[in-house]
Nanobody, 124 residues
Framework: QVQLVESGGGLVQAGGSLRLSCAVS????????MGWFRQAPGKEREFVAA????????YYADSVKGRFTISRDNAKKTVYLQMNALKSEDTAVYYC?????????????????WGQGTQVTVSS
C-alpha cells in the first residue's frame, strides 16, 4: 500500500513563496515518477510539474515555468514543490501523485497513487 501525505500549504500574499512537501510510504519510492497537480474551485485537476525517478528530468506546465521547482529526495522518500512569485491564479488544492509505470509523465490518468491534497491560497 502506497500512501502520500502532502504538507506545506497555506495562505500567502501575491509575490510570496511556499514549499510543498509530499512524504511517500513504501519501499520503492525511487521507482516512482512523481508529479504535482492542482485543482481550483470549479475547474478540472491540472498538471503542474513532474520529476523522473532519478530526479534528472523535470516537466512543468507553462503557467508555472520559471516560478516553480520540483525536486525529490529519494533517501527521505519525499518530493517537493518550491513555489515562488505566487499569483492569485495559483490558488488551488495541490495534490502529489506517484506513477509506478512511467519514467516521467505529465498525464493525470497515468498516476496510480494520490495524496489527499493541501490548500494553497494566494491573496492579491
Amino acid at each position: 500500500q502506497v500512501q502520500l501525505v502532502e504538507s506545506g500549504g497555506g495562505l500567502v500574499q501575491a509575490g510570496g513563496s511556499l514549499r510543498l512537501s509530499c512524504a511517500v510510504s513504501g519501499r520503492t519510492f525511487s521507482s516512482y515518477a512523481m508529479g504535482w497537480f492542482r485543482q481550483a474551485p470549479g475547474k478540472e485537476r491540472e498538471f503542474v510539474a513532474a520529476i523522473s525517478r532519478s530526479g534528472g528530468t523535470t516537466y512543468y506546465a507553462d503557467s508555472v515555468k520559471g516560478r516553480f521547482t520540483i525536486s525529490r529526495d529519494n533517501a527521505k522518500k519525499t518530493v517537493y514543490l518550491q513555489m515562488n512569485a505566487l499569483k492569485s491564479e495559483d490558488t488551488a488544492v495541490y495534490y502529489c501523485a506517484a506513477d509506478p509505470n512511467k519514467s516521467i509523465s505529465a498525464k493525470l490518468r497515468e498516476y496510480n497513487y494520490w495524496g489527499q491534497g493541501t490548500q494553497v491560497t494566494v491573496s492579491s
